[in-house]
């Protein structure tokens, strides 16, 4: 089977992308061609694959990265059993005669999450709601679809495989969680609680424990983190695989999911939470409910309140102060990862569906 994987918006190393979806393709014998932002991200392919180099669409930046992508889209995709889609800008770039060969992966509630852009203009959110929900229902029916949520089902009429974003958790749980430093594995942004990051980085200074965030930065918060990072408040190493990034984050006191309130995150499940399990680290989240679901039912971490830096810095002292009971959080949510989130799991159903879809045009 060929596939031509395609994104202008993910980095290219992508965690959902490249080192669960792309790797499971390759692992099972299949040839990709993959077109994403190489040069824009300095990124070198890997080798087993094809790249196909295009712009980056960042913020109101967008329509130059789509006018590449449509003919990389018609003449290296019209060569491929499959093509699969990870950006909804994308639906408006794959030509009429691709789109039954074409396969949208669902990420996120594209719709819910326009109210976090800081760069779209408030006017412009719902009438662009509204062009986005009817551009799903058409794409669902024009095109095959996947999910990365249960909690997506609602948005669509048919029923669609949901491959839910897990992660590869080791068979033996790394280094015990250690009482030195605190970790954040992810986007930064506002939503994603940067600013709060930043308070509990100031707030847990005079206790000796250090902040580390390592993940790319949307560009409203980086003179932020630039600036907290110059003053010696925290550490933020940027963008990081995610395979070095979890192995960075081992043996911290706790891994730190402080998502706001946000429509798009209320059905969503954080991936950091289980990627932090699987590290056997104990978690720290806000209440979004698969979070504070997981973390409770699990007894792997704690849950505080929304944007509150001073319950977060309590929960990290506690943990800091209780050698015992950081590391049965960190086993027990080990244990529940390798139960329920390991990823070869999901692989098998996500390379068999797209074989399927390869057969059946065939």
């Known amino acids: 089977m060929r596939v031509f994987v395609s994104t202008v918006v993910h980095h290219p190393e992508d965690a959902r992308i490249l080192h669960r979806q792309i790797r499971a393709l390759l692992d ?14 300095n990124v070198t392919p890997w080798p087993e694959i094809i790249p196909v180099d295009v712009p980056r669409a960042t913020g109101r930046r967008r329509l130059h ?27 408006l770039a794959v030509p009429r005669r691709l789109r039954s060969r074409t396969v949208w992966d669902v990420h996120e509630d594209t719709a819910a999450a326009l109210g976090a852009k800081g760069w779209l203009p ?15 229902r058409r794409a669902e029916r024009r095109m095959k679809l996947l999910l990365a949520e249960e909690g997506y089902r609602t948005r669509f009429r048919e029923t669609h495989l949901v491959v839910p974003n897990t992660t590869n958790v080791p068979d033996i749980p790394p280094a015990p969680p250690g009482d030195e430093r605190v970790v954040y ?21 005079a206790d000796g424990i250090t902040l580390e965030l390592i993940g790319a930065a949307d560009a409203g918060v ?12 925290l550490r933020w190493y940027g963008f990081v695989p995610n ?17 706001h309130d946000s429509p798009n995150y209320r059905h969503s499940m954080p ?41 977060t ?44 879809w390869a057969s059946a045009r065939a």
């Open 65 to 91: 990265a789509l006018r590449m992508a449509r003919p990389a889209l018609r003449e290296r995709g019209a060569a491929r059993d499959l093509v699969l889609l990870h950006d909804p800008e994308l639906l």
């Open 185 to 205: 594995v992810g986007q930064l942004s506002m939503a994603r609680g940067a600013a709060d990051l930043i308070e509990l980085a100031r707030t847990l200074q």
């Open 28 to 41: 099972a014998g299949h040839e990709i061609t993959y077109m994403a932002p190489f040069r824009a991200c």
């Open 222 to 233: 980086r003179p932020l983190l630039r600036e907290a990072q110059r003053t010696g408040l």
């Open 122 to 136: 408030a006017p412009m959110r719902i009438p662009l709601r509204f062009a986005i929900r009817r551009l799903e």
């Open 243 to 259: 395979d070095r990034a979890l192995r960075m984050a081992e043996g911290a006191i706790a891994g730190l999911a402080l998502l």
């Open 271 to 311: 991936t950091k939470v289980v990627e932090y399990m699987a590290r056997g680290l104990p978690v720290i989240t806000t209440p979004n409910p698969i979070a504070a679901e997981i973390v409770t039912e699990n007894a792997c971490g704690l849950v505080v309140p929304f944007e509150d830096p001073a319950a």
């Open 313 to 356: 810095a309590a929960a990290v002292r506690r943990l800091r102060d209780d050698a015992a009971l950081r590391l049965d959080m960190g086993k027990r949510g080990h244990e529940a990862a390798r139960a329920r989130y390991h990823w070869p799991e999901q692989a098998r159903l996500f390379v068999a569906q797209l074989e399927d």
